[in-house]
């Protein structure tokens, strides 16, 4: 690793159809090269990888004066083909869906499709639209279509219960709105399947005979126009879902088939164990989820969890595999040691859960991380003073297995971290992840005290010092882990005095036909588009 290294200027050509890229690299290493680019004002929410492999910048333009609209944020999708950000360019409406507000947006092979809805306050009714959005042209005026099943009263509509789900293949979209019931009712969800071709072949509505609190869902896959499965997981008493910090705890697995009009539901009870988090993957021949498990409702995890299903939404296969001991004693010691300089708090979640689900030449990979969130109370607590309350949000521990069809775990790996921001949602916490043929790597905010001056890692026996986000302490760790060996190795790659901005991990996106792995640094309202190439 070079920590003083000479700032070489290497060409980097990443080369494909739609996607060329030219630029120098502002960093070498052995086996990567780093690249941030000019800072530009912009206010960047995602990238995304097209199914032809066309990278896709989503901004949100938001001013004063739309604080005082329902149409208070602007969208713009647009394609990118160097390393400058696209000024915004925000879609309007017109014809149905004019004055509506987008609320929710998924990729349809290269076109974006997006969801809607206007309040008619004297007709008392809320419509949802639906359109499809060409980053490709230069007119960012779009026509909407209106779902006549999505038709709601306007007082009890909640647009943070609608939202769309991208299908495995693309092929498909669902968008689907989870009914705002009583907490003891059962859970209506209405639900439009929208095509490729941006048209709608199907519009349900179907009950789940559990109330909202008593489950979660995992996954809506669609076959065909007649065929669909909904995956979903779920607690006997939902009162597990009310204690230990508002953890989720679920002890059954519940596919419901929805099939010529049909419905028939599996449930797979998880052999007196409950499943903490969890996440689905779909390959052409089966349904995958894997996450993790514990024994009690204590909040300390015992292992990995994988199930297979097939298209019908019958299991297949169910195993459980434990962490070595050396693994779970240290990170119940220190996951409540790494937050443990909380006081006159209220902890409002604390858990591990997964950000990564990959499959690799008939082999798993499962990456999760421990997540916390609290409040800290500040004032005197009197009447007429000011009371300030904080959120605080913890990103601590990773830990990385590799297991096989047969459910064997072939080994695991802990990436000891401690990440903390406040009233900022954890924007520069968390790491991207990128896979190659040989190995897995990650990358994440740290400190340079945890280095020495060759850029090694310094706290292999001890607590690592807190992540730091100022020019003098932050650095971009690099964790790289062999995929067959689970041999793992960590340095200190990228400084913020060298970069001149700060690593946004959770807006990363890979080109592994390229090798290539887009990444955003941020410094105050500015962004700039950077790559990590592999070699």
């Known amino acids: 690793m070079l920590k003083h290294g000479l700032h070489i200027l290497s060409f980097i050509i990443m080369c494909s159809v739609h996607f060329n890229l030219f630029a120098q690299a502002i960093k070498d290493y052995e086996h990567i090269s780093i690249y941030f680019g000019e800072h530009t004002k912009a206010n960047v929410i995602g990238l995304e990888r097209t199914s032809d ?24 999708f647009d394609y990118i083909d160097n390393y400058h950000l ?17 609320v929710d947006f998924s990729l349809l092979k290269n076109r974006v499709l997006g969801v809607s809805i206007s309040t008619q306050f004297l007709k008392n009714k809320a419509q949802v639209y639906y359109h499809y959005i060409d980053p ?7 026509h909407g279509f209106a779902l006549e099943g999505f038709d709601f009263d306007y007082k009890k509509i909640d647009p943070s219960r609608l939202f769309l789900v991208e299908n495995y293949n693309q092929e498909y979209a669902t968008l689907m709105y989870f009914s705002n019931d009583r907490k003891e009712d059962f859970t209506t969800i ?57 953890n989720k705890y679920f002890d059954k697995i519940v596919a419901t088939q929805i099939k010529n009009d049909e419905l028939n539901e599996w449930v797979f009870h998880l052999q007196n164990k409950y499943l903490v988090s969890a996440e689905t993957k779909v390959n052409e021949n089966e349904i995958l989820i ?21 298209f019908e939404g019958k299991l297949l296969a169910e195993h459980f595999m434990p962490y070595p001991n050396h693994i779970l004693n240290y990170i119940n010691q220190k996951e409540l040691e790494a937050i443990s300089d909380n006081y006159g708090t209220t902890e409002e979640q604390k858990m591990y859960e997964v950000i990564d689900f990959i499959e690799i030449d008939n082999h798993y990979l499962l990456t999760t991380e421990f997540n916390a969130k ?8 009197a009447p007429g003073t000011t009371n300030i309350v904080d959120t605080y949000y913890w990103k601590t521990h990773i830990l990385v297995s590799k297991f096989n069809r047969q459910g064997q775990l072939l080994w695991c790996q802990l990436v000891p971290k401690i990440q903390r921001s406040i009233n900022d949602y954890g924007y520069h916490l968390s790491a991207s992840t990128y896979c190659d043929t040989s190995n897995y790597h990650l990358f994440f905010n740290d400190s340079k005290a945890n280095y020495n001056e060759e850029g090694a890692y310094n706290k292999v026996r001890e607590l690592p010092n807190r992540a730091q986000f ?63 190439t592999f070699r």
Not at 56 to 72: A, D, E, G, M, R
Not at 222 to 230: K, M, P
């Open 86 to 102: 696209p000024k915004s360019r925000p879609i309007k409406f017109f014809g149905n869906g004019n004055k509506t507000q987008l």
């Open 374 to 381: 609290e409040y800290r109370y500040g004032g005197t607590d």
């Open 53 to 76: 492999n066309q990278l896709l910048c989503i901004q949100k333009k938001t001013s004063f004066f739309s604080l005082f609209s329902k149409k208070n944020a602007k969208f713009s």
């Open 190 to 246: 209405n639900y439009a399947l929208i095509n490729n071709n941006y048209s709608t072949t199907t519009q349900r509505t179907f009950a789940v005979p559990y109330v909202k609190n008593a489950f979660y869902p995992l996954d809506f896959i669609v076959i065909n126009d007649s065929s669909q499965l909904f995956f979903s997981a779920h607690s006997a008493n939902s009162q597990l879902n009310n204690i230990l910090n508002k």
């Open 470 to 532: 100022n020019t003098s302490l932050n650095t971009i760790a690099h964790i790289k882990i062999n995929i067959k060996s689970g041999q793992m190795m960590r340095k200190s790659i990228m400084e913020r005095e060298e970069s001149k901005t700060i690593f946004v991990p959770q807006l990363s996106t890979s080109f592994t036909n390229t090798q290539v792995q887009m990444i955003i640094g941020r410094k105050g309202k500015k962004y700039s588009l950077g790559s990590i």
């Open 290 to 310: 894997s996450g993790l498990y514990t024994s009690f409702i204590d909040g300390k995890i015992e292992g990995a969890y994988f199930s297979r299903f097939d």
């Open 136 to 142: 490709s042209v230069t007119t960012k005026n779009n």
